[in-house]
């Protein structure tokens, strides 16, 4: 399976999903893997509750139906199917969010800002805002979309730069500094180096760091 043949079935599904119970006809299920859960176990149930196809990273599964494919990674694979998305609709505009606090009810202002000014206007849903939910939220955009809000959180260094690099956002808006996360940044330097590295993602790819006041007035 490369990145392309994954592409050919998302462009025609329903979309994606992580959850074999939430699966709708012709979604395409990709199992991950946590402290205390295997996506994998849930494949071959997605596709009798009417998913396309199903991405497993554990060979066994794969041998359960012809539509259950199986890669190295499948959390990688996610990542990349977002990033090659991202790329396809690389002329919508996207403003990332991050910060200590206050990250969710900002993004909700902003967007409820910009939904006086464009028709369609895609952002986070809930607190889809981690490894996982970022590149959901990427790959839930529609190309109708005019501009999208994109909430980053994180809770240790490299963790925003990462995630950056799926969002590829235009503009950035960092709320706050707080002592948020404190056993993943270390101490309160490593919070700072960690939310600039929104700032940094911006300044080297010379997009834009907005203010609340671009906002309310552009």
Do not use: W
């Not at 981690?130 to 999208?148: E, V, Y």
């Amino acid at each position: 399976m490369t990145i392309q043949n994954l592409y050919n079935f998302y462009s025609i599904s329903s979309g994606i999903v992580t959850n074999s119970k939430k699966v709708k006809k012709n979604s395409i299920f990709f199992s991950l893997k946590g402290k205390n859960f295997d996506g994998n176990q849930f494949a071959y149930e997605a596709i009798l509750n009417g998913a396309m196809i199903a991405i497993v990273d554990n060979k066994k599964y794969s041998l359960l139906h012809k539509n259950i494919f199986y890669v190295k990674n499948s959390l990688y694979f996610l990542h990349k199917l977002a990033i090659y998305h991202r790329f396809k609709l690389i002329n919508i505009p996207i403003i990332a969010i991050t910060g200590s606090n206050g990250k969710t009810t900002t993004k909700e202002l902003i967007t409820s800002i910009l939904s006086k000014k464009y028709e369609n206007v895609h952002h986070t849903k809930g607190n889809f805002n981690n490894h996982i939910g970022i590149p959901l939220t990427i790959l839930s955009m529609p190309k109708n979309t005019q501009i999208s809000v994109i909430e980053i959180g994180a809770n240790h260094e490299k963790e925003i730069k990462k995630m950056c690099s799926i969002i590829n956002p235009d503009y950035g808006y960092i709320t706050n500094f707080g002592k948020a996360h404190l056993e993943g940044f270390k101490n309160i330097k490593g919070i700072i180096r960690g939310k600039l590295e929104l700032y940094n993602f911006l300044k080297k790819k010379k997009k834009k760091f907005l203010s609340m006041e671009m906002i309310l007035y552009n």
